[in-house]
């Protein structure tokens, strides 16, 4: 049997396995698949698996702009040939400029005048890239693969590109090719000039026309925080009003975003949300989980339980209690993160008693919904973030730092404390800050702390 009937999939696999295994002696200008030609041989020539070739090297596409526009260029050693440099005192190399640019322009040139490659992009990445002229090369980039589902942009897309060019990029009802899968703009703080370019523009919000169609997008990530016209609740808002079909919703690390606008999103796509991860601030640590008030007052630990499809769950809320781990029929597995300021029904006045019964009511039911979840053999576990500490109820235990608790009590309290592995930016030195001394003590001595008011909720 030729190697060209075997089905696809298996013939796909050792294509795969012979490129990988010319890759690992250093080839790559033959793109993997053939052998480098040797001396006296004739080099053979791969004709049968174009198609497959394409699509190996052209898949994924990462564009990283160079750091700076210049290069060094390392001099000849012939230098007599080249007499200039010897005007030169101990030349080594000499800055040779090179377009910041360049490889995006050949990126887009390439893919303009050889379609079929294009046709086999599905992943776009593009990194460093924040000015106008950039903007412009990306999105003819996008234009041409139109069978993209990944894309990973920079925000200031969102800000220059018309309403054409966002039909174009979501691709959804245009008829051609596949509408985008994932999107993901992630946002940096600019240096003077580029931000004042990018403030100075004018272009018309795109996500305020109609014909910008999100109902097609399976995944959507917002990453990182800017000062320059940033994501905003606004933006959220108008994405909410076709974005009916998301599965993946990711908010990580930004602080321009409140609650409000996520929970748009979140009802929005109530019956598909798989994943749920709002962590606005996670650069600031755990100290600092507020997400932004919710105007209307509304109740959302209900809203939250009962979302059909969901099964990974990690959010910033402005309050929690009991009623967010009520519905035992959730699909949540692994592990489910909430960082919340308050529990639900509380404000200034009310008592530590109050707080007490209302926060232990909370940890008991977040164990009864663990215990559910095991009985239908799926593993749940639970970390809430919560007054400056992180609770596990399962094993009921509460991190912390009690240092000044200790001193309240008189030294009396706790009677039992371990040290803790766990800190204010979470596991072990994430962020690279330091973690301070925490100790983990039982949810019993805790709450006991605060209804002596030796801890302050
Ligand atoms: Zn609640």
């Not at 260029?73 to 040779?96: F, M, N, Q």
């Not at 174009?168 to 090719?177: C, E, I, S, V």
């Not at 929970?263 to 962590?279: G, P, W, Y």
């Not at 800190?423 to 690279?432: E, F, H, M, R």
Request: charged fraction near 25%; include cysteine.
């Amino acid at each position: 049997m030729p190697i060209n009937d075997l089905p696809r999939e298996i013939l796909s696999d050792i294509l795969l396995r012979a490129t990988q295994l010319n890759e690992a002696d250093g080839e790559s200008y033959t793109y993997g698949l053939t052998q480098a030609p040797l001396p006296l041989q004739k080099a053979k020539l791969t004709k049968y698996w174009h198609d497959w070739v394409l699509s190996y090297n052209f898949e994924h596409v990462f564009e990283r702009k160079w750091r700076g526009a210049e290069r060094w260029a390392e001099l000849t050693l012939k230098r007599p040939k080249y007499s200039i440099y010897e005007l030169i005192d101990k030349p080594s190399g000499y800055a040779v400029y090179r377009d910041p640019y360049g490889s995006l322009k050949l990126t887009n040139e390439l893919f303009a005048t050889v379609p079929s490659t294009a046709s086999h992009v599905r992943r776009l990445w593009f990194n460093g890239f924040y000015e106008a002229e950039s903007d412009k090369l990306i999105l003819s980039v996008i234009s041409s693969c139109t069978k993209l589902q990944y894309l990973s942009v920079p925000w200031t897309i969102l800000r220059r590109a018309t309403a054409k060019d966002w039909v174009n990029l979501l691709n959804g009802n245009t008829g051609r090719g596949r509408p985008l899968h994932s999107l993901e703009l992630t946002a940096v703080c600019l240096p003077e000039a580029q931000a004042c370019s990018l403030e100075d523009d004018h272009t018309p919000n795109p996500l305020e026309d109609s014909s910008v169609d999100f109902s097609s997008l399976k995944r959507l990530k917002i990453f990182g925080n800017t000062l320059h016209k940033p994501v905003s609740d606004d933006d959220l808002h108008h994405i909410a009003k076709t974005a009916t079909n998301l599965e993946c919703l990711d908010f990580t690390n930004l602080s321009t975003i409140s609650v409000a606008g996520m929970l748009a999103l979140v009802k929005a796509s109530r019956n598909t949300l798989q994943v749920l991860e709002h962590s606005p601030r996670s650069s600031d640590g755990f100290y600092h989980p507020y997400p932004g008030d919710l105007e209307s007052g509304e109740h959302i630990c209900e809203l939250l339980a009962n979302l059909p499809q969901m099964r990974d769950l990690s959010i910033s809320i402005p309050y929690m209690c009991a009623d967010l781990f009520a519905n035992h029929d959730v699909k949540w597995v692994g592990e489910l993160q909430v960082r919340a300021t308050d529990v639900c029904g509380c404000d200034s006045n009310t008592s530590p008693a109050t707080r007490v019964e209302k926060l232990s009511t909370t940890l008991e039911s977040v164990r009864k919904l663990i215990a559910a979840r095991r009985r239908m053999h799926s593993k749940l576990s639970a970390e809430l973030f919560f007054a400056g500490c992180i609770f596990e109820p399962e094993k009921k235990i509460v991190h912390g730092d009690f240092a000044l608790a200790e001193i309240s009590s008189g030294g009396r309290w706790p009677e039992d404390k371990q040290p803790s592995t766990l800190g204010p930016y979470g596991q072990t030195g994430t962020y690279g800050k330091e973690e301070g001394f925490w100790d983990a003590i039982s949810e019993e001595e805790y709450l006991y702390a605060v209804s002596r008011q030796w801890v302050q909720l």
